[in-house]
Structure formats: C-alpha cells, structure tokens
C-alpha cells in the first residue's frame, strides 16, 4: 500500500516561534488533507488541498500540495498554546477511495 | 450541527465479552470509515463502507470483528470475543465520497 512519512515526529517550541511540518511518499497523492487532535478528541479537519503547488491559508495555518504531488507541508506562524497537539497529514491515494494517514507530529508549546 | 456522533464514549469490558460500537455519520455522507488508533500503532484503516456496502475490511481481523450499517444512519463495530489487545480507541469518520472526512469522538475501549 502507499506509505506516507511525516516529519518531525514531536517538536517543542517556545510560544511565538513559527512550526513547519511535513509528509512525504513515494507515491503520487490527489489530496492532501491535514488534521488537528487534542487529547481525547476526534481528529479535526484544518485544511484541505486538491491541486498540486496549491497554497492555502486558514487563520495562522498555512500549507502547501507539493509540485511533485509526493509531498505535502503544513507551517503555523507565531505558535500559541492551543497548537499543542497531534497534526497529521493524509493523502487519498490513486484508487481514489481511502486516504493514507502520516504517523503524526506531536506539538508541543511552552508559553 | 453536523458532525459524526459515537457511542458509547469510553467502554471497558472483560476479556471474552462482546463489545458494540456505533457510529451515526453525518446526514448526507454515504461513505463511513472506522478507525483504530494505538500509541504504537498510531491511525489504523479497518474498513470502510460506500452506500452502505463494505468497500475495503482488509485492516480488519476477520475472526472477531465485524461492521455493518443496517442502515444510513447507522454503522456498527463489533468485536467478539474481545481481548485486552484490542484495548484502543476507535475512531468512525464520513464522507461524501472521496471528499475529506469528518471525525466522530471516537469510543475508547478497555479490554481486561
């Protein structure tokens, strides 16, 4: 099956400092979605992609659908405490009936 | 409001014993996925349904579980026998299609 990297797995951060997060595969993906989840929540949907070299911004969260279609980025800017989570990154594959999921970057913030 | 609803929340049961999840999507999406997510692990696909019918339950072990939607509104998630290594969090997520998917609570199960 497609296999997605996601890097860094956890990242601490002062507060203010921008975050910059992202997943690679060595198969060519047709979405890229990237999700937030707090402690004992669901996965919540930030930002999705649909078109290669697409950049779209939500608030602070700003990320990228990779040239190649391999690869996808996901950056925060001036971080705040209620970043701290897990973010992962999904990519539905060329079957186009399920998504593949990145094994998360764990973020935390020191205020 | 429309989100993907789970319950229960949190299940812990006794190794042997036969657990229900239950997933209700979001009104309109015909495709439901369910979920299993382990510190080792992390985000594991077990099956996932397309207008009620099972598209894909490779990520599922066949012996003891077994999912099903009875109807549009309902998925359901069922082991039998439990074991402790299936101690999780389950996650039930829809979509319209191929479109992103929304996220229920998920149900956290505790096998002892």
């Known amino acids: 099956g497609q296999q997605l990297n996601q890097s860094p797995q956890s990242m601490f951060i002062q507060e203010g400092e921008d975050v910059s997060m992202n997943c690679t595969s060595s198969?060519?993906?047709?979405?890229w979605l990237w999700y937030k989840q707090d402690p004992g929540e669901g996965p919540v949907l930030l930002i999705a992609?649909?078109?290669?070299?697409e950049l779209t911004s939500n608030g602070r969260l700003t990320a990228q659908f990779g040239i190649t279609r391999k690869d996808s980025f996901l950056n925060i800017s001036a971080s705040i405490p209620s970043d701290v989570g897990i973010y992962f990154c999904?990519?539905?594959?060329?079957?186009?009936?399920?998504?593949?999921f990145g094994s998360g970057t764990k973020l935390n913030v020191k205020p | 409001d429309a989100r993907v609803t789970q319950t229960p929340r949190d299940k812990v049961t006794e190794m042997g014993q036969e657990v229900t999840m239950r997933c209700q999507p979001i009104?309109?999406?015909?495709?439901v996925f369910w979920y299993r997510q382990t510190m080792m692990q992390g985000l594991e696909l077990l099956a996932y349904?397309?207008?009620?019918?099972?598209?894909?339950d490779s990520g599922m072990p066949k012996d003891r579980f077994s999912a099903e939607m009875p109807d549009a509104t309902l998925a359901t998630l069922k082991i039998q026998p439990s074991e402790p290594r299936d101690s999780a969090v389950y996650f039930c997520?829809?979509?319209?299609?191929?479109?992103?998917?929304?996220f229920g609570p998920g149900t956290r199960l505790t096998v002892l």
């Open positions: 999904a990519g539905l594959g060329d079957n186009f009936n399920k998504f593949y």
């Open positions: 198969s060519i993906f047709n979405t």
């Open positions: 992609l649909y078109k290669a070299g």
């Open positions: 009104l309109g999406h015909n495709t």
């Open positions: 349904f397309r207008n009620r019918a099972p598209l894909d």
């Open positions: 997520a829809s979509a319209w299609d191929s479109n992103e998917q929304f």
